[in-house]
């Protein structure tokens, strides 16, 4: 689950800190853009870079970026399109089986935080 999709302003996506927390961002930028390319597959749906950004709530930048790394960019009838290789389509159903702590989207509830007038001096 994206907390930047439950954010009724989509101003800018959070970004990691450090290198650690980069790998960490590209796996899950990886799992839920690899997912949602399958799911467009079984519906027998076109996707694009833009829609897959939209949908996903990942930055455009970062969308493309994924697809280069997994060489998922081919261009082909003079038109570039993504393709999911075999060894892609396997690492993503073998990582699907993992255990893993989900969010159920349903019962989170977000609210922005609130500050004082005194939280928001910085005593200058």
Known sequence: MNLV??????????????????????????????????????????????EIAQKTAIVHGDVMHVCQTLHMLKYHDKQHV?????????????NQKKKRRRIQPSQLCWKPPVFSRAQLQFGF
Do not use: M, T
Not at 13 to 31: F, I, M, N, V
Not at 35 to 42: A, P
Not at 82 to 94: N, V
């Open 82 to 94: 993504i393709c999911l290789s075999d060894a892609i389509i396997e690492r993503h159903e073998r």
């Open 5 to 50: 999709k439950k954010k009724v302003n989509l101003v800018h996506q959070e970004k990691p800190l450090s290198d650690l927390g980069l790998l960490s961002y590209r796996a899950y930028w990886e799992e839920i853009i690899v997912g949602f390319i399958l799911e467009c597959v079984s519906k027998n749906e076109d996707v694009s870079i833009d």
